[in-house]
């Protein structure tokens, strides 16, 4: 973790050593007792992270199930293909026995 001036490295209420900690990348530092120290724009950071996550999440799950969509689409138009070569032969069996 960088050494950075903006941060208090001991809890502002107990003067406690602060624990390094990293969420989402962002590193910050926490005091069990009193919580965690966010410097600047950090919460600004978490939040935009966790809205790139969630948005690219939704995007793969759409991705997905168009993918699931097509695959079912295909299986079905193979089914009724099938059926329809079982028709065809059958009546061919039939008009040419
Ligand atoms: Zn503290």
Redesign the pocket.
């Known amino acids: 973790m960088q050494n950075d001036p903006e941060r208090p490295h ?7 050593p ?1 624990i390094p900690h990293e969420v989402k990348g962002i590193a910050l530092e926490i ?5 965690t120290w966010l410097p600047g724009d950090q919460l600004g950071q978490i939040v935009t992270r966790v809205q790139k996550e969630a948005q690219s999440q939704k995007s793969r799950t759409k991705r997905l199930t168009r993918r699931l969509i097509q695959r079912r689409r295909k299986e079905r138009e193979g089914a009724s293909r099938s059926k329809q070569t079982s028709l065809v032969g059958a009546l061919f069996s039939v008009i040419f026995s």
Do not use: F, I, Y
């Open positions: 001991v809890c502002p209420a107990c003067q406690q602060m005091c069990n007792e009193h919580g």
